[in-house]
């Protein structure tokens, strides 16, 4: 019907119903298909947005980060995954796709991809804490309630109560269970960093598709050796869902 009605066009002219074209070519009502397969895009997640899969039937009434994306993205299938979990407390770079082979690449522990947190505690640290969570994060530590350690993980401290967690794996809660274990409540959580790839000009609760310079940013960036200043790799483990 939308064919026959000329609404539909490929390189500026109707098409005819059953002709072959290129889905780059085409466009109806004047505006671009959305992306085929496969598709990442790059969100900047506001906190408040739940981030779970569009068949997930047990978050009624709450906001999800579908919310934020045109309402058709909801029906993708495959549908766009979350690349690394962010808790609806957590704000910043979210990147979604449904390239599962990427998902895993990014999510691996094992590809040394490095996630930079932009942490605000309740309370202030004291000079020794300061010490003791450096050397605590960088040797690695074992969470409450898992069976094995963490990797390390590199900490900047910023101000008295704000500072900057880079780390290479994604378990669930982490950075905020890494700081409970000595006594500290994070009160915000901000995800600057995945790779190279940062937020730049993009707003909060904005989006947009992923180039390949921004995939090449995410697999260029910080090596282990630069995160941690070691000579040595981080010892790989078994990937987990952040």
């Keep these: 019907m939308m064919v026959k009605k000329r609404r539909v066009l490929a390189k500026g002219k109707p098409l005819k119903v059953g002709e072959k074209v290129l889905h780059a070519d085409v466009t109806l009502d004047g505006e671009p298909l959305d992306p085929g397969f496969p598709f990442t895009l790059l969100l900047h997640k506001p906190v408040d947005y ?3 899969s569009p068949e997930d039937k047990n978050i009624a009434g709450a906001s999800t980060i579908y919310d934020l994306l045109p309402y058709r993205f909801a029906s993708r299938r495959p549908f766009l995954s979350a690349i690394g979990r962010l808790d609806k407390d957590t704000s910043g770079l979210l990147m979604m796709s449904d390239d599962g082979q990427l998902v895993h690449r990014v999510n691996s522990p094992r590809k040394n991809i490095w996630k ?3 942490v605000t505690l309740q309370d202030p640290l004291e000079p020794k804490q300061v010490q003791t969570l450096t050397r605590k994060f960088a040797s690695g530590f074992t969470l409450v309630g898992d ?3 963490l990797l390390p993980a ?4 910023t101000s008295d109560n704000t500072a900057q967690v880079a780390v290479c794996e ?3 809660h982490q950075v905020r269970r890494m700081f409970a274990t000595f006594g500290h ?3 915000a959580l901000h995800r600057s960093h995945v790779g190279g790839l940062t937020l730049e000009g993009l707003d909060e609760g904005e989006w947009r598709p992923i180039s390949s310079e921004d ?3 995410v697999f260029g960036g910080p090596s282990s050796e630069e995160i941690l200043g070691t000579s ?3 010892r790989a483990a078994p990937a987990q869902a952040a």
């Design 185 to 187: 409540h994070v009160v």
């Design 154 to 157: 590199k900490l900047t401290v």
């Design 147 to 149: 069976t094995s350690p």
């Design 50 to 52: 739940v981030v779970t």
């Design 170 to 172: 994604g378990r669930y």
């Design 215 to 217: 995939m090449d940013a």
């Design 232 to 234: 040595g790799q981080a």
């Design 116 to 118: 930079v947190y932009d």
